[in-house]
């Protein structure tokens, strides 16, 4: 037994119209966002280390961050973070972990966040 199921016509013919003022208030809403200053915290070191043993080790203890590239350096952030608060926050728990694993030569500092290029 098949059965089949058409549905001719459906809505055809008719103009669908989204709420105008919904649609501009979410277009404003990633511009308001985009103004204010955001911040992130650099993690690294004076001493070459690999990204990859860095970012590794932040996931093993429950801090995700991404790897950012300026001036052909490569660089281990974590954030971004709304208010500088919220970074300095993070930038504690970053340095008490790191204290905890005895890596004294890994320094956190709260940056203000560069906007993508």
Same mark, same amino acid.
């Given at each position: ?39 992130? +915290? #650099? %993690? @690294?070191?004076?001493?070459?280390? =690999? ?7 932040? !996931? ?15 660089? +281990? #952030? %974590? @954030?971004?973070?709304?208010?500088? =608060? ?7 728990? !970053? ?23």
């Amino acid at each position: 037994m098949m059965a089949v199921l058409v549905l001719a016509g459906c809505g055809e013919g008719k103009r669908v119209e989204a709420n105008k003022s919904a649609a501009a208030a979410v277009q404003v809403q990633p511009a308001e966002a985009s103004t204010a200053p955001q911040w992130d +915290v #650099l %993690v @690294g070191s004076e001493l070459p280390l =690999a990204v990859s043993d860095l970012t590794g080790w932040l !996931i093993e203890h429950g801090i995700m961050s991404s790897v950012d590239t300026v001036e052909g350096k490569r660089r +281990v #952030l %974590v @954030g971004p973070f709304a208010t500088q =608060a919220e970074a300095e926050a993070k930038q504690g728990e !970053i340095v008490e972990k790191l204290a905890k694993a005895k890596k004294r030569d890994i320094e956190a500092t709260v940056i203000e966040h560069r906007a993508a290029q």
